[in-house]
C-alpha cells in the first residue's frame, strides 16, 4: 500500500500531519470491539489510524495540551500505560501502535472463532 502521508522532517511533523493525528486519536477512542480498524481521511484519501500512528514514531515534536488530554484519556486506561510518560507525538504514537495492533489481533482472533464454529465440516481445519 502507498503510504500518501507526508514525511518528518529532521523528527518535526507538519501540522496537517498532526492534525490527522488527533482525529486517529479520536477514530481509537470510538473504535468498538469486534469493528475493523478505523479510518480518517487525508487528503480526500481513506487512511486507517494504524498508519498514522505508525508515520509519526519517530516525531519529536512536543505535544500540545489539548493531543495530551486526549492521550491520556484514550491511551492510558490501561493500567500497565497509566504511569507512561508521554510527552511527544512519538510517545503517544508508539503506545497507540501497540494499542492497535492489540486490537487487530483480537478482531482477528474473533473472527477466526466464528468462522471455525460456522463451519459445516467441523473435521477439516479452516
Known amino acids: 500500500m502507498l503510504n500518501f502521508l507526508p514525511d518528518l522532517y529532521e523528527g518535526h511533523a507538519p501540522i496537517t500531519l498532526q492534525q490527522l493525528f488527533g482525529d486517529a486519536l479520536e477514530a481509537f477512542d470510538a473504535w468498538e470491539d ?4 478505523p ?10 489510524i494504524g498508519v498514522v500512528f ?8 512536543l505535544l500540545p495540551r489539548t493531543v495530551a488530554d486526549i492521550v491520556g484519556d484514550t491511551l492510558t486506561r490501561d493500567p500497565a500505560l497509566a504511569e507512561a510518560e508521554i510527552v511527544t507525538f512519538g510517545d503517544a504514537a508508539r503506545i497507540a501502535t501497540a494499542l492497535t495492533e492489540k486490537r487487530r489481533l483480537y ?7 466464528f468462522l471455525d464454529h ?9
Request: charged share 40%; with cysteine; proline share 5%.
Open 34 to 37: 469486534e469493528r475493523a480498524e
Open 39 to 48: 479510518m480518517v481521511i487525508y487528503e480526500d484519501k481513506i487512511v486507517p
Open 54 to 61: 505508525e508515520a509519526m514514531r519517530d516525531c519529536t515534536d
Open 107 to 113: 478482531g482477528e482472533a474473533a473472527i477466526a472463532a
Open 118 to 126: 460456522q463451519r459445516v465440516d467441523k473435521r477439516r481445519p479452516v
